[in-house]
């Protein structure tokens, strides 16, 4: 049974920073392919921030310089290092994981199988 569970989020103020974090039991985090989404309200689920078995990284545009993924060294753990947060940046923000990309897009919602349940993110 794979359960993903998002830490970190919280209220930070435009420019600020935070760090969030996604704990994974029954996922190996080292050799699959994971990612974080986010979702604004009345907005569709859309790809921040994706990596894959061999640390090759992949981000939206709109994050690109700002964010950073990476995989938790030694801890079944995925990151997402978020700086210079802006107020568009505000959703809640789910971890997502697929043990084999097969081809798919990393940034597409519909390529990953199993998914944490979210946690909020405000910037003010």
């Known amino acids: 049974h794979v359960q993903l569970v998002e830490s970190g989020g919280g209220t930070v103020q435009a420019g600020g920073s935070l760090r969030l974090s996604c704990l994974a039991s029954?996922?190996?985090?080292?050799?699959?392919?994971m990612a974080w989404f986010r979702q604004a309200p009345g907005k569709e689920r859309e790809g921040v921030a994706a990596?894959?078995?061999?640390?090759?990284?992949v981000y939206a545009d709109s994050v690109k310089g700002r964010f950073t993924i990476a995989k938790g060294n030694g801890k079944n753990t995925l990151h997402l290092q978020m700086n210079s947060l802006k107020a568009e940046d505000t959703a809640i923000y789910y971890c997502?994981?697929?043990?084999?990309?097969?081809?798919?897009?990393?940034?597409?919602?519909?390529?990953?199988?199993?998914w944490g349940q979210g946690t909020q993110v405000t910037v003010s």
């Open positions: 997502a994981a697929v043990r084999s990309l097969m081809g798919r897009q990393p940034l597409s919602h519909l390529s990953y199988d199993y």
């Open positions: 990596i894959g078995g061999d640390g090759s990284t």
């Open positions: 029954g996922f190996t985090v080292s050799t699959g392919y």
